[in-house]
Protein backbone atom coordinates (compact mmCIF):
# COMPACT_ATOMS: atom_id res chain seq x y z
CA UNK A 1 0.00 0.00 0.00
CA UNK A 2 1.24 3.72 -0.66
CA UNK A 3 2.07 5.87 2.19
CA UNK A 4 1.49 9.53 1.32
CA UNK A 5 2.70 12.32 3.81
CA UNK A 6 0.64 15.33 3.16
CA UNK A 7 1.72 18.22 5.18
CA UNK A 8 -1.35 21.03 6.18
CA UNK A 9 -3.58 18.86 5.68
CA UNK A 10 -5.68 20.25 8.15
CA UNK A 11 -6.01 24.07 6.05
CA UNK A 12 -8.05 24.40 2.91
CA UNK A 13 -6.64 22.74 -0.19
CA UNK A 14 -5.12 19.74 1.89
CA UNK A 15 -7.92 18.76 3.36
CA UNK A 16 -9.55 19.05 0.28
CA UNK A 17 -6.80 17.16 -1.51
CA UNK A 18 -7.19 14.65 1.29
CA UNK A 19 -11.10 13.49 0.69
CA UNK A 20 -10.58 13.70 -2.78
CA UNK A 21 -7.80 10.97 -2.48
CA UNK A 22 -9.79 8.98 -0.06
CA UNK A 23 -12.50 9.07 -2.66
CA UNK A 24 -10.49 8.00 -5.47
CA UNK A 25 -8.33 5.33 -3.80
CA UNK A 26 -10.45 4.16 -0.39
CA UNK A 27 -8.61 1.82 1.24
CA UNK A 28 -5.66 1.47 -1.59
CA UNK A 29 -4.09 4.34 0.09
CA UNK A 30 -2.70 5.53 3.36
CA UNK A 31 -2.35 9.17 4.30
CA UNK A 32 0.01 10.24 6.78
CA UNK A 33 -1.13 14.36 7.43
CA UNK A 34 1.23 16.28 9.48
CA UNK A 35 0.03 19.92 10.41
CA UNK A 36 1.08 22.29 13.15
CA UNK A 37 -2.77 23.64 13.31
CA UNK A 38 -2.10 27.12 13.49
CA UNK A 39 -5.09 29.61 12.91
CA UNK A 40 -5.39 28.19 9.67
CA UNK A 41 -4.99 24.28 10.30
CA UNK A 42 -8.45 22.84 11.72
CA UNK A 43 -9.18 19.16 12.00
CA UNK A 44 -13.00 19.75 11.56
CA UNK A 45 -12.38 19.92 8.30
CA UNK A 46 -11.31 16.10 8.21
CA UNK A 47 -14.21 15.08 10.78
CA UNK A 48 -15.58 12.50 8.08
CA UNK A 49 -11.70 10.67 7.67
CA UNK A 50 -10.20 10.77 11.09
CA UNK A 51 -11.72 7.34 12.12
CA UNK A 52 -10.37 5.56 8.52
CA UNK A 53 -7.94 3.11 9.76
CA UNK A 54 -6.19 4.46 6.67
CA UNK A 55 -5.54 7.72 8.01
CA UNK A 56 -3.23 8.81 11.24
CA UNK A 57 -2.89 12.59 12.01
CA UNK A 58 0.29 14.26 13.40
CA UNK A 59 0.54 17.57 15.19
CA UNK A 60 4.59 18.99 13.85
CA UNK A 61 5.97 22.05 12.54
CA UNK A 62 7.41 21.56 9.27
CA UNK A 63 10.26 23.74 10.57
CA UNK A 64 10.78 20.80 13.76
CA UNK A 65 13.60 18.97 12.44
CA UNK A 66 13.48 16.38 14.43
CA UNK A 67 9.73 15.54 14.34
CA UNK A 68 9.60 15.13 10.51
CA UNK A 69 12.85 13.23 10.47
CA UNK A 70 10.77 10.55 12.83
CA UNK A 71 7.90 10.50 10.52
CA UNK A 72 9.81 9.56 7.94
CA UNK A 73 11.61 7.07 10.12
CA UNK A 74 8.70 5.71 11.53
CA UNK A 75 7.09 5.55 8.11
CA UNK A 76 8.22 3.82 4.92
CA UNK A 77 6.84 7.56 3.07
CA UNK A 78 6.39 6.71 -0.81
CA UNK A 79 4.84 10.38 -2.02
CA UNK A 80 4.88 13.60 0.18
CA UNK A 81 2.69 16.11 -0.87
CA UNK A 82 3.70 19.91 0.89
CA UNK A 83 0.96 22.06 1.11
CA UNK A 84 1.74 23.67 4.70
CA UNK A 85 3.02 27.28 4.74
CA UNK A 86 1.68 30.39 5.68
CA UNK A 87 -0.53 30.87 3.12
CA UNK A 88 -2.11 34.61 3.09
CA UNK A 89 -0.99 37.91 1.66
CA UNK A 90 -2.44 40.28 3.84
CA UNK A 91 -0.88 38.66 6.69
CA UNK A 92 2.31 38.86 4.97
CA UNK A 93 2.47 42.36 4.64
CA UNK A 94 1.94 42.38 8.59
CA UNK A 95 4.20 40.01 9.65
CA UNK A 96 6.35 38.59 6.90
CA UNK A 97 9.27 36.62 8.67
CA UNK A 98 6.42 34.19 10.29
CA UNK A 99 6.02 33.50 6.43
CA UNK A 100 10.01 33.30 5.69
CA UNK A 101 10.29 30.57 8.99
CA UNK A 102 7.49 28.18 7.47
CA UNK A 103 7.03 28.83 3.84
CA UNK A 104 11.15 28.81 3.32
CA UNK A 105 12.99 27.05 6.10
CA UNK A 106 9.92 24.44 6.67
CA UNK A 107 10.63 23.50 2.73
CA UNK A 108 13.92 22.75 3.30
CA UNK A 109 13.12 20.52 6.41
CA UNK A 110 10.77 18.50 4.12
CA UNK A 111 13.50 18.25 1.43
CA UNK A 112 15.91 16.71 3.70
CA UNK A 113 14.41 14.88 5.68
CA UNK A 114 13.07 13.29 2.21
CA UNK A 115 16.08 12.85 1.01
CA UNK A 116 18.05 11.67 3.75
CA UNK A 117 15.13 8.86 3.99
CA UNK A 118 15.11 8.65 0.12
CA UNK A 119 18.50 8.45 -1.04
CA UNK A 120 20.55 5.26 -1.88
CA UNK A 121 24.69 4.77 -0.81
CA UNK A 122 25.24 6.22 -4.79
CA UNK A 123 23.39 9.34 -4.30
CA UNK A 124 20.73 7.87 -6.72
CA UNK A 125 16.98 7.50 -4.90
CA UNK A 126 14.81 4.93 -4.26
CA UNK A 127 12.36 4.01 -6.70
CA UNK A 128 9.01 5.27 -6.85
CA UNK A 129 9.66 7.99 -4.37
CA UNK A 130 7.84 11.59 -5.43
CA UNK A 131 8.32 14.63 -3.74
CA UNK A 132 5.07 17.44 -4.88
CA UNK A 133 5.76 20.92 -3.81
CA UNK A 134 2.63 23.00 -4.03
CA UNK A 135 3.03 26.10 -4.81
CA UNK A 136 1.42 29.27 -6.15
CA UNK A 137 0.96 31.05 -9.48
CA UNK A 138 1.95 34.63 -7.54
CA UNK A 139 5.29 34.00 -7.63
CA UNK A 140 5.71 35.05 -11.41
CA UNK A 141 3.98 38.72 -10.24
CA UNK A 142 1.64 40.95 -12.28
CA UNK A 143 0.24 40.87 -15.58
CA UNK A 144 -0.63 44.00 -17.57
CA UNK A 145 -4.57 43.94 -17.28
CA UNK A 146 -5.41 45.18 -20.95
CA UNK A 147 -3.07 42.47 -22.56
CA UNK A 148 -3.52 38.94 -23.43
CA UNK A 149 -0.76 37.97 -21.54
CA UNK A 150 -0.67 34.98 -18.99
CA UNK A 151 2.16 32.96 -16.75
CA UNK A 152 3.78 29.86 -18.55
CA UNK A 153 6.49 27.66 -16.90
CA UNK A 154 8.99 29.93 -18.18
CA UNK A 155 7.49 33.13 -16.95
CA UNK A 156 10.83 34.84 -14.53
CA UNK A 157 10.05 34.47 -11.06
CA UNK A 158 9.06 38.32 -10.24
CA UNK A 159 6.90 37.97 -6.73
CA UNK A 160 6.03 41.13 -5.12
CA UNK A 161 4.93 40.27 -2.05
CA UNK A 162 6.53 39.03 1.55
CA UNK A 163 4.11 35.41 0.98
CA UNK A 164 5.30 35.26 -2.68
CA UNK A 165 8.75 35.98 -2.14
CA UNK A 166 8.72 33.16 0.69
CA UNK A 167 6.43 31.11 -2.07
CA UNK A 168 9.33 32.01 -4.53
CA UNK A 169 12.33 31.36 -2.43
CA UNK A 170 10.50 27.54 -1.23
CA UNK A 171 10.35 26.57 -5.52
CA UNK A 172 13.92 27.81 -5.79
CA UNK A 173 15.07 25.43 -3.08
CA UNK A 174 13.30 22.47 -4.73
CA UNK A 175 14.58 23.44 -8.43
CA UNK A 176 18.26 23.34 -6.78
CA UNK A 177 17.26 19.85 -4.61
CA UNK A 178 16.83 18.57 -7.96
CA UNK A 179 19.50 20.15 -9.97
CA UNK A 180 21.77 19.00 -7.35
CA UNK A 181 20.99 15.67 -6.17
CA UNK A 182 18.23 14.57 -8.49
CA UNK A 183 16.26 14.89 -6.19
CA UNK A 184 12.53 13.45 -7.38
CA UNK A 185 9.84 16.22 -7.56
CA UNK A 186 7.75 18.28 -9.29
CA UNK A 187 6.31 21.68 -8.60
CA UNK A 188 2.87 22.91 -9.24
CA UNK A 189 2.32 26.27 -9.62
CA UNK A 190 -2.19 27.17 -9.24
CA UNK A 191 -4.05 30.19 -9.25
CA UNK A 192 -6.88 31.28 -6.89
CA UNK A 193 -8.64 28.41 -5.47
CA UNK A 194 -12.11 28.54 -3.96
CA UNK A 195 -14.52 25.75 -2.19
CA UNK A 196 -15.53 24.30 0.92
CA UNK A 197 -13.58 24.55 3.85
CA UNK A 198 -11.70 27.96 2.38
CA UNK A 199 -10.97 29.66 5.94
CA UNK A 200 -12.87 33.73 5.93
CA UNK A 201 -9.93 36.07 5.41
CA UNK A 202 -10.22 35.28 1.98
CA UNK A 203 -11.56 36.83 -0.58
CA UNK A 204 -14.60 34.52 -1.30
CA UNK A 205 -15.76 32.90 1.99
CA UNK A 206 -15.23 36.45 3.68
CA UNK A 207 -17.71 38.11 1.25
CA UNK A 208 -19.96 35.04 1.20
CA UNK A 209 -19.95 35.60 5.49
CA UNK A 210 -20.38 39.20 5.63
CA UNK A 211 -22.89 39.36 3.22
CA UNK A 212 -25.01 36.54 4.84
CA UNK A 213 -24.46 38.40 8.50
CA UNK A 214 -25.16 41.75 6.57
CA UNK A 215 -21.85 43.45 7.22
CA UNK A 216 -20.03 45.51 4.74
CA UNK A 217 -17.87 44.02 1.88
CA UNK A 218 -14.53 45.22 2.11
CA UNK A 219 -13.48 46.07 -1.58
CA UNK A 220 -9.63 46.66 -2.33
CA UNK A 221 -8.72 49.59 -4.23
CA UNK A 222 -10.89 49.83 -7.42
CA UNK A 223 -12.26 46.06 -7.07
CA UNK A 224 -10.90 45.60 -10.80
CA UNK A 225 -7.75 43.68 -10.07
CA UNK A 226 -8.22 40.50 -11.80
CA UNK A 227 -7.90 36.41 -10.58
CA UNK A 228 -7.77 33.53 -12.34
CA UNK A 229 -10.14 31.26 -10.09
CA UNK A 230 -10.17 27.51 -9.72
CA UNK A 231 -12.73 24.86 -7.68
CA UNK A 232 -10.23 23.56 -5.17
CA UNK A 233 -11.25 20.06 -5.93
CA UNK A 234 -9.88 20.63 -9.34
CA UNK A 235 -6.93 21.55 -7.98
CA UNK A 236 -6.75 18.05 -5.65
CA UNK A 237 -7.24 16.50 -9.05
CA UNK A 238 -4.61 17.92 -10.87
CA UNK A 239 -1.82 17.04 -8.15
CA UNK A 240 -2.75 13.65 -8.01
CA UNK A 241 -2.34 13.43 -12.22
CA UNK A 242 1.01 14.93 -11.94
CA UNK A 243 2.14 12.94 -9.50
CA UNK A 244 0.67 10.06 -11.33
CA UNK A 245 1.60 10.96 -14.70
CA UNK A 246 4.03 13.74 -14.79
CA UNK A 247 7.52 13.97 -15.52
CA UNK A 248 9.86 14.09 -12.69
CA UNK A 249 11.65 17.37 -12.07
CA UNK A 250 9.06 19.52 -13.85
CA UNK A 251 7.02 22.42 -13.08
CA UNK A 252 3.44 22.16 -13.72
CA UNK A 253 1.14 25.44 -14.03
CA UNK A 254 -2.46 25.08 -12.81
CA UNK A 255 -5.41 27.38 -13.69
CA UNK A 256 -8.98 27.03 -15.64
CA UNK A 257 -8.69 30.32 -17.77
CA UNK A 258 -11.43 31.95 -15.50
CA UNK A 259 -10.09 35.05 -15.26
CA UNK A 260 -13.00 37.69 -13.17
CA UNK A 261 -12.40 41.36 -11.64
CA UNK A 262 -12.93 41.06 -7.76
CA UNK A 263 -15.53 42.81 -8.00
CA UNK A 264 -17.43 41.15 -10.92
CA UNK A 265 -16.84 37.98 -8.32
CA UNK A 266 -19.00 39.89 -5.44
CA UNK A 267 -21.31 40.56 -8.05
CA UNK A 268 -21.94 36.50 -9.17
CA UNK A 269 -22.12 36.12 -5.15
CA UNK A 270 -24.28 38.37 -4.20
CA UNK A 271 -27.02 37.35 -7.22
CA UNK A 272 -26.22 33.30 -6.26
CA UNK A 273 -26.83 34.08 -2.62
CA UNK A 274 -30.29 35.92 -3.53
CA UNK A 275 -31.24 33.32 -5.88
CA UNK A 276 -30.32 30.48 -3.27
CA UNK A 277 -31.55 31.95 -0.31
CA UNK A 278 -35.60 31.07 0.93
CA UNK A 279 -38.17 33.59 0.04
CA UNK A 280 -38.92 33.50 3.37
CA UNK A 281 -35.11 33.91 4.88
CA UNK A 282 -34.71 37.18 6.81
CA UNK A 283 -31.38 37.10 5.58
CA UNK A 284 -32.45 37.82 1.84
CA UNK A 285 -33.35 41.52 2.36
CA UNK A 286 -30.12 42.23 3.35
CA UNK A 287 -27.98 40.69 0.63
CA UNK A 288 -27.44 43.24 -1.44
CA UNK A 289 -24.71 45.71 -3.67
CA UNK A 290 -25.36 48.44 -0.79
CA UNK A 291 -23.38 46.26 1.13
CA UNK A 292 -20.14 47.25 -0.74
CA UNK A 293 -17.53 49.13 0.03
CA UNK A 294 -14.27 50.34 -1.29
CA UNK A 295 -11.49 50.32 1.29
CA UNK A 296 -7.65 51.19 0.98
CA UNK A 297 -5.80 49.16 -1.17
CA UNK A 298 -3.79 46.23 -0.58
CA UNK A 299 -0.36 47.37 -0.44
CA UNK A 300 1.86 46.26 -3.61
CA UNK A 301 -1.65 44.68 -4.55
CA UNK A 302 -0.86 42.80 -7.89
CA UNK A 303 -3.31 43.78 -10.62
CA UNK A 304 -4.09 40.38 -12.44
CA UNK A 305 -3.46 37.05 -12.72
CA UNK A 306 -3.93 34.22 -15.53
CA UNK A 307 -2.02 31.05 -15.97
CA UNK A 308 -1.79 29.31 -19.18
CA UNK A 309 -2.53 26.11 -18.37
CA UNK A 310 -1.25 24.70 -22.12
CA UNK A 311 1.67 22.17 -20.65
CA UNK A 312 -0.88 20.33 -17.99
CA UNK A 313 -3.67 19.86 -20.55
CA UNK A 314 -1.40 18.39 -23.30
CA UNK A 315 0.77 16.42 -21.32
CA UNK A 316 -1.19 15.00 -18.50
CA UNK A 317 -4.60 15.36 -20.12
CA UNK A 318 -5.83 17.66 -16.83
CA UNK A 319 -8.76 19.77 -17.54
CA UNK A 320 -10.99 21.71 -15.15
CA UNK A 321 -14.13 20.57 -14.19
CA UNK A 322 -16.07 22.91 -12.79
CA UNK A 323 -17.73 25.97 -14.36
CA UNK A 324 -17.51 28.87 -12.03
CA UNK A 325 -20.83 29.60 -11.78
CA UNK A 326 -21.59 25.74 -10.45
CA UNK A 327 -18.54 26.05 -8.60
CA UNK A 328 -20.00 29.09 -6.79
CA UNK A 329 -23.32 27.17 -6.03
CA UNK A 330 -21.50 24.87 -4.76
CA UNK A 331 -19.48 26.50 -2.03
CA UNK A 332 -22.32 28.68 -1.10
CA UNK A 333 -24.47 25.38 -0.86
CA UNK A 334 -21.43 24.23 1.55
CA UNK A 335 -21.74 27.59 3.72
CA UNK A 336 -25.17 26.69 4.17
CA UNK A 337 -24.70 23.46 5.37
CA UNK A 338 -21.70 23.59 7.73
CA UNK A 339 -22.95 27.54 9.23
CA UNK A 340 -21.55 25.67 12.43
CA UNK A 341 -17.96 25.40 10.49
CA UNK A 342 -18.08 29.21 10.10
CA UNK A 343 -19.72 30.00 13.67
CA UNK A 344 -16.62 28.06 15.20
CA UNK A 345 -13.74 29.81 11.91
CA UNK A 346 -14.98 33.49 12.38
CA UNK A 347 -15.07 33.69 16.79
CA UNK A 348 -11.35 34.12 18.77
CA UNK A 349 -8.89 34.82 17.50
CA UNK A 350 -10.73 35.78 13.59
CA UNK A 351 -12.44 38.53 15.74
CA UNK A 352 -9.25 40.22 16.78
CA UNK A 353 -7.68 39.80 12.95
CA UNK A 354 -10.75 41.20 11.54
CA UNK A 355 -10.65 44.58 13.93
CA UNK A 356 -7.06 44.89 13.27
CA UNK A 357 -7.36 44.46 9.37
CA UNK A 358 -10.63 46.08 8.43
CA UNK A 359 -11.59 48.48 11.44
CA UNK A 360 -8.46 50.75 11.60
P1 LIG B 1 -4.18 27.30 4.43
O1 LIG B 1 -3.63 28.53 5.06
O2 LIG B 1 -5.66 27.11 4.38
O3 LIG B 1 -3.58 26.01 5.14
C1 LIG B 1 -2.24 25.91 5.51
C2 LIG B 1 -2.10 24.71 6.43
O4 LIG B 1 -0.71 24.58 6.77
C3 LIG B 1 -2.86 24.84 7.75
O5 LIG B 1 -3.51 23.63 8.07
C4 LIG B 1 -1.77 25.15 8.77
O6 LIG B 1 -2.07 24.70 10.09
C5 LIG B 1 -0.59 24.40 8.18
N1 LIG B 1 0.70 24.97 8.60
C6 LIG B 1 1.06 26.28 8.58
N2 LIG B 1 2.31 26.41 9.07
C7 LIG B 1 2.74 25.16 9.39
C8 LIG B 1 3.94 24.64 9.93
N3 LIG B 1 4.96 25.44 10.25
N4 LIG B 1 4.05 23.30 10.09
C9 LIG B 1 3.02 22.47 9.77
N5 LIG B 1 1.85 22.92 9.28
C10 LIG B 1 1.71 24.24 9.09
O7 LIG B 1 -3.55 27.26 2.98
P2 LIG B 1 -4.18 26.77 1.60
O8 LIG B 1 -4.93 27.88 1.00
O9 LIG B 1 -4.82 25.46 1.81
O10 LIG B 1 -2.84 26.59 0.75
C11 LIG B 1 -2.11 25.36 0.79
C12 LIG B 1 -0.90 25.48 -0.10
O11 LIG B 1 -1.30 25.77 -1.43
C13 LIG B 1 0.06 26.58 0.29
O12 LIG B 1 1.38 26.11 0.10
C14 LIG B 1 -0.24 27.72 -0.68
O13 LIG B 1 0.90 28.51 -0.91
C15 LIG B 1 -0.64 26.94 -1.91
N6 LIG B 1 -1.59 27.61 -2.81
C16 LIG B 1 -2.75 28.13 -2.34
C17 LIG B 1 -3.67 28.69 -3.23
C18 LIG B 1 -4.99 29.26 -2.76
O14 LIG B 1 -5.70 29.86 -3.56
N7 LIG B 1 -5.37 29.10 -1.51
C19 LIG B 1 -3.37 28.72 -4.60
C20 LIG B 1 -2.15 28.19 -5.05
C21 LIG B 1 -1.28 27.62 -4.14
O1 LIG C 1 -3.03 33.16 -6.77
C1 LIG C 1 -2.88 32.17 -5.81
C2 LIG C 1 -2.97 32.76 -4.42
O2 LIG C 1 -4.32 33.12 -4.21
C3 LIG C 1 -2.49 31.82 -3.32
O3 LIG C 1 -1.13 31.55 -3.51
C4 LIG C 1 -2.72 32.43 -1.93
O4 LIG C 1 -2.37 31.51 -0.93
C5 LIG C 1 -4.19 32.77 -1.81
O5 LIG C 1 -4.44 33.39 -0.57
C6 LIG C 1 -4.63 33.68 -2.96
O6 LIG C 1 -4.01 35.00 -2.84
P1 LIG C 1 -4.83 36.33 -3.17
O7 LIG C 1 -4.19 37.45 -2.48
O8 LIG C 1 -5.08 36.45 -4.62
O9 LIG C 1 -6.24 35.94 -2.47
P2 LIG C 1 -7.23 36.74 -1.51
O10 LIG C 1 -8.44 35.88 -1.34
O11 LIG C 1 -6.56 37.26 -0.30
O12 LIG C 1 -7.64 37.99 -2.41
C7 LIG C 1 -8.21 37.83 -3.70
C8 LIG C 1 -8.41 39.23 -4.29
O13 LIG C 1 -9.41 39.93 -3.54
C9 LIG C 1 -7.16 40.09 -4.23
O14 LIG C 1 -7.10 40.89 -5.40
C10 LIG C 1 -7.39 40.98 -3.01
C11 LIG C 1 -8.89 41.13 -2.98
N1 LIG C 1 -9.50 41.30 -1.62
C12 LIG C 1 -9.18 40.38 -0.67
C13 LIG C 1 -9.73 40.47 0.59
C14 LIG C 1 -9.37 39.46 1.66
C15 LIG C 1 -10.40 42.33 -1.39
O15 LIG C 1 -10.70 43.15 -2.27
N2 LIG C 1 -10.95 42.42 -0.13
C16 LIG C 1 -10.65 41.55 0.88
O16 LIG C 1 -11.17 41.71 2.01
Given amino acids: MRTYLVTGGAGFIGSNYIHYMFRKYCDEIRIINVDALTYAGNL ?13 FIRADICDKEAIARVFEEN ?9 AESHVDRSIRTPEIFVQTNVLGTAVMLNCAKAAWELPDGSFRENKKFLHVSTDEVYG ?3 EDDNAFFYETTPYD ?26 ANITNCSNNYGPYQFPEKFIPLMI ?60 ILETLRDMLPDDDPRKAHVNEGLISYVEDRKGHDRRYAIAP ?6 IGWEPETMFRDGIRKTIQWFFENEE ?12 YYREMYEK
Fill in 209 to 268: HNALEGKKLPVYGDGKNVRDWLYVEDHAKAIDMVQEQGKLFETYNIGGHNEKQNIEILHI
Fill in 142 to 144: SLP
Fill in 76 to 84: DIDRVVHFA
Fill in 44 to 56: ENLKDVEKRPNYT
Fill in 159 to 184: PHSPYSASKAASDMLVKAYMDTYRFP
Fill in 341 to 352: WMKNATSGDYQK
Fill in 310 to 315: DKIRTQ
